[in-house]
């Protein structure tokens, strides 16, 4: 409404004018507005509420090449998130090429500049502590932008089922998962039940990292890694923590029977869906949205982390997490 718009402009301009600034982002439907932004906030990194319901201030790109990783669907403008997400990335796909035979990580969704719901997909990937990884080994050459839109990854099920297909499942696979369970920042790794079910008929010796490997529906093409709350992100809202169970037990039976797949029921009565406004999600998010973003996609794209630091090297004061290195012409 028109005259609310004035008065809001009206009490912005008093607010800024006795120095409170900024306090009222127009209120939207939160995919929208948070869709619609191309770049990050600057400034310290910080998640804001839940994996499903907030945002991310100072995201970093993950580069879209490395030696040992290509971001896939580029349009999407997903390979954002925390820092340590980032650098966690670029650790996981350097040891799994050296130690674990799987030659290098196509990575898909991350997160949007600064988080929040998205448009098309996920629910959760709001705060910039997970991310998605194909279960399809990186090929030697590189994608095109127009085969990184298009190449399918390729489902680990045989057919129709719940079964994983043997013949597509390799111990690469399951390394590459125990790799990336074995981080201690990362907390939960979902996959569909059918994969967790072949590790648990399969994993030999230590099945202690398979408690963070959470069956879900999806993710037989890809799996989804989330790490904790990062230091410094004081809004950061923790999911439970994990037991120690190995999770190949009555939980994971449960999901072979019908109950998880069959179709909720029709509503009686006829039932709008709710639409997640901004003014939902956590305070920070309006600002966070509002806050300045840099010059350039360069100024805010992770480093290629050449010294070998690793994301277990980052000290835990937030001041200290390396800012991207500019990868500027000049070197
Ligand atoms: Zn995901």
């Given at each position: 409404m028109k005259s609310r718009s004035l008065m809001r402009l009206a009490l912005a301009a008093l607010l800024s004018f006795s120095g409170v600034a900024n306090v009222f982002a127009e209120d939207g439907p939160a995919k929208q507005l948070f869709g619609a932004a191309r770049l990050p906030s600057l400034g310290v990194p910080?998640?804001?509420?839940f994996y499903a319901k907030g945002c991310l201030a100072g995201g970093v790109?993950?580069?879209?090449?490395?030696?040992?990783w290509q971001v896939m669907r580029l349009s999407r403008n997903r390979n954002w998130g925390h820092p340590?997400?980032?650098?966690?990335?670029e650790r996981l796909s350097?040891?799994?090429s050296a130690k674990d035979g799987w030659p290098g990580l196509l990575v898909g969704d991350i997160s949007q500049p600064r988080g929040g719901p998205m448009l098309t997909g996920h629910a959760s990937h709001q705060v910039g502590l997970d991310a998605d990884i194909w279960l399809t080994p990186m090929p030697k050459a590189r994608f095109n932008t127009d085969q990184r839109e298009k190449v399918e990854a390729k489902s680990m099920l045989k057919g129709d089922t719940l079964y994983v297909d043997p013949n597509k499942w390799t111990p690469a696979?399951?390394?590459?998962?125990?790799r990336a369970a074995g981080y201690p920042e990362v907390e939960r790794i979902f996959v569909h039940p059918g994969i967790k079910k072949k590790l648990c008929e399969t994993v030999q010796g230590d099945r202690s990292w398979m408690a963070k490997i959470r069956?879900?529906?999806?993710?037989?093409?890809?799996?989804?890694?989330r790490i904790k709350c990062q230091p410094?992100?004081?809004?950061?809202k923790p999911q439970e923590p994990i037991g120690t169970s190995d999770g190949c037990d009555k939980s994971l039976a449960w999901w072979f029977t019908d109950e998880p797949w069959r179709k909720a029921p029709e509503p009686t009565k006829p039932v709008k869906p709710r639409i997640t406004m901004l003014s939902d999600l956590p305070k920070a998010?309006?600002?966070?949205?509002?806050?300045?973003g840099p010059q350039s996609i360069d100024q805010v794209t992770y480093g290629l982390d050449a010294n070998g630091a690793s994301v277990s090297d980052l000290p835990d004061e937030p001041v200290a997490i390396p800012l991207p290195k500019q990868r500027a012409k000049a070197n």
């Open positions: 910080q998640s804001a509420g790109a993950l580069p879209v090449d490395g030696p040992t340590r997400m980032i650098a966690l990335l350097r040891d799994a696979h399951a390394a590459l998962l125990k069956p879900y529906w999806g993710h037989f093409y890809h799996f989804h890694v410094g992100s004081p809004n950061c998010c309006a600002q966070i949205l509002d806050a300045p």
